[in-house]
Nanobody
């Protein structure tokens, strides 16, 4: 079992930055690939970014590439999402997720993820 708790969301003006954190329980955090997803009001949840078990590989959806950075600290059982140059369309509830993997894989498929946090709200004003 892995429990995930997100934090760091809030209200920010367009062009601003936020850093989301996701703290994971358990001793085998480094066995899990991690991902960030988001869900805007009235829309389906969508993939944002993913990082492999040891942080060596990352992958982003096109709309955030170059603005967001995913990283992880396995010693602290935490994954981060640094969000810069935020836009109003980035407004959403952001979730982190974990999936057990073997090897340095990035996973962008929502249905593959086994564990989810409760989400943290990000609101970007224009």
């Amino acid at each position: 079992q892995v429990q995930l708790v997100e934090s760091g969301g809030g209200l920010v003006q367009a062009g601003g930055s936020l850093r989301l954190s996701c703290a994971a329980s358990g001793r085998t955090f480094s066995s899990y690939a991690m991902g960030w997803f988001r869900q805007a009001p009235g829309k389906e949840r969508e993939f944002v970014a993913a990082v492999s078990r040891n942080g060596g590989k990352t992958y982003y959806t096109n709309s955030v590439r170059g603005r967001f950075t995913i990283s992880r600290d396995n010693a602290k059982n935490t994954v981060f999402l640094q969000m810069n140059s935020l836009k109003p369309e980035d407004t959403a509830l952001y979730y982190c997720a974990a999936v057990l993997t073997y090897g340095e894989l990035v996973v962008s498929t929502e249905s593959a993820y086994e564990y989810w946090g409760q989400g943290t709200q990000v609101t970007v004003s224009s």
